[in-house]
């Protein structure tokens, strides 16, 4: 499998403050990462794909302005959740692609709380 | 419809029971089918994947599909208090699908 790391694992912010959250891929390169949300009691849903030297590509319903990815390096990623809100709270998950397979490694997760 | 329903639970068993736990989709082109195991405020694990119909084991672990029936379960023998986690059926075509996940608990 992948090691992929999150950072922070837990963030705290008042309301219009902008958050970023780190993904690497510790243990090989990977051309796309993904980002996902889980709320509680809720299951994951796919907000977008990051992909090395161009654009990520959003889910329907997902502000691209909102939320900021970067894919600087063929080992990080980087999710930017800009001017939150409390409803953006929630468990922010990224993965990384299986060489040569179908599967997605996941990170440990980030949960953000917006007071 | 949801494309993948899964019993939200929570099941609660006994250590050293057998464990079935299952999904059904509805979208036919679906090629891929995986188990995770999230653990309470952690990333999923990935425990089995497979995208042929039939069996796959892997220790405890034994994953099920059936395409005909659009269903897929997963069963764990002899579990353990540190299998209590919740899992998750998903499924993969452009992108992954998720069920919503079943709560496991398994008492000592």
């Known amino acids: 499998g992948a090691v992929v790391s999150q950072h922070p694992s837990r963030v705290i912010c008042k309301s219009g403050t902008s958050v970023k959250i780190e993904c690497r891929s510790l243990d090989f390169q990977a051309t796309t990462m993904f980002w996902y949300r889980q709320f509680p009691k809720q299951s994951l849903m796919l907000m977008a794909t990051s992909n090395e030297g161009s654009k990520a590509t959003y889910e329907q319903g997902v502000e691209k302005d909102k939320f900021l990815i970067n894919h600087a390096s063929l080992t990080l990623s980087t999710l930017t959740v800009t001017s939150a809100h409390p409803e953006d709270s929630s468990f922010y998950i990224c993965?990384?692609?299986?060489?040569?397979?179908?599967?997605?490694?996941f990170g440990p997760g980030t949960r953000l709380l917006v007071l | 419809q949801k494309e993948v329903e899964q019993d939200p639970g929570p099941l609660s068993v006994p250590e050293g029971a057998i464990v079935s736990l299952n999904c059904t989709y509805s979208n036919s082109a679906f090629q891929y089918f995986m188990w995770y195991r999230q653990y309470s405020r952690k990333g999923p694990e990935l425990l089995m994947y497979?995208?042929?119909?039939g069996n796959k084991e892997d220790g405890r672990f034994t994953a099920q599909v059936d395409k005909s029936s659009k269903y897929i379960s997963l069963f764990i023998r002899d579990s353990q208090p540190s299998d209590s986690a919740t899992y998750l059926c998903?499924?993969?075509?452009?992108?992954?699908?998720f069920g919503t996940g079943t709560r496991l608990q398994v008492f000592p």
């Open positions: 993965s990384v692609e299986g060489q040569g397979t179908e599967t997605q490694y």
């Open positions: 998903a499924m993969m075509v452009d992108k992954l699908i």
């Open positions: 497979t995208y042929s119909s």
